[in-house]
């Protein structure tokens, strides 16, 4: 079974960076595309909102409006491990981040497409 665990969040100033990590396990990471998307802790039942993905190739990635230009997301596969580098960030980038793979090549914007989550891990930006 897949299992995926996020690590790298944490409390930071704004301005600052933080990496995520996402460790894949019981599979390869190469078989699928992987995303990143996040949830605003003061609103736990509102729909995860997208912020980033990459296709299993690595050549593709796309990112959500309001991170792009900050946040980057890479893949290496040898180490089965998805990551997430988060620049500039802004209080409003507060959330708890949540790992996804999806079961298919190409790179995909939406929540519901992606088999496979992570627990999250919680990035808190203060001001």
């Known amino acids: 079974q897949v299992q995926l665990v996020e690590s790298g969040g944490g409390l930071v100033q704004a301005g600052g960076s933080l990496r995520l990590s996402c460790l894949v396990s019981?599979?390869?990471?190469?078989?699928?595309?992987m995303g990143w998307f996040r949830q605003a802790p003061q609103a736990p039942g509102a729909e995860r909102e997208f912020?980033?993905?990459?296709?299993?190739?690595?050549?593709?990635?796309f990112y959500g409006d309001s991170v792009k230009g900050r946040f980057t997301i890479s893949r290496d596969d040898a180490k089965n491990t998805v990551y997430l580098q988060m620049n500039s960030l802004k209080p409003e980038d507060t959330a708890v981040y949540y790992c996804?793979?999806?079961?298919?090549?190409?790179?995909?914007?939406?929540?519901?497409?992606?088999?496979?989550w992570g627990q999250g891990t919680r990035v808190t930006v203060s001001s």
């Open positions: 996804a793979a999806h079961i298919g090549s190409g790179a995909r914007m939406t929540a519901p497409l992606y088999s496979f």
């Open positions: 019981g599979s390869a990471s190469s078989e699928y595309a």
């Open positions: 912020v980033a993905t990459i296709s299993r190739s690595g050549e593709a990635t």
